[in-house]
């Protein structure tokens, strides 16, 4: 016999529109992210669903309200082992503020060490617009460098590993078939576990906002 995992990211949220660290920040759902939700509740109305774990941060609560607009008597399931990954002094900082910022400072160390001769212009601005991308792509897509005061991707494998272990021993418990409405990021390393990821591959992930992950659960 085997149990279903529906596993979704929630709808774009304001954070996600104006380019933002989010994190554990609680931005809302924007107007496309409602639509998003309403995409992957209709996606996934035929499907069986008796339990639907979110997290605390209502961007999850809301997708997953309207998946089950669909679904009568889900037992809903707080856990915050699925929570988006902490970007630490980093949220609610906008990605461009952090390729500016990271980019102007590493310019001046190289000046100042004498690695790089005093750039004008449009050579300096361009130059200074490369060195905080690397560092955006960096913080964003490393596994296991963190922001200040936040966590790597690596930390958040670690409990969402937990929260698969758990709800693995639920499933096989209770039969049953679950929804996760989970966050770009700890849909990382659960899909690394659940499509045998490489580290490099699971990094490499975009997760959409409007769609679905399935997955089948052997039970006795």
Known sequence: ??????????GESTFNKLKK?????????TEKGVKDAKKIAKKLKDKNIDVAFHSSLKRSIKT???VLKYHKNVEKILDNRIIERNYGVLQGKTHSWYVKTEGEKDYNVLVKKKSL???????????????????LHLVRRSYSIPPPQGESIKD????????IKDLLKFIEKNKVDVAISAHGNSMRPFRRYFEKLT?????????????????KVKIK
């Open 1 to 10: 016999m085997y149990k279903k995992i529906y596993i979704f990211r929630h």
């Open 117 to 135: 001769p005093e750039l004008k212009g449009y050579e300096k601005k361009d130059y200074i617009k490369r060195l905080g991308e690397a560092k």
């Open 156 to 163: 958040v494998e670690k409990r969402v590993l937990s929260f």
């Open 64 to 66: 997953l309200n309207e």
């Open 199 to 215: 580290v490099k591959e699971m990094m490499s992930l975009e997760n959409p906002w409007d769609d679905y992950f399935e997955y």
């Open 21 to 29: 660290f989010t994190g554990w920040l609680d931005a809302d759902l």
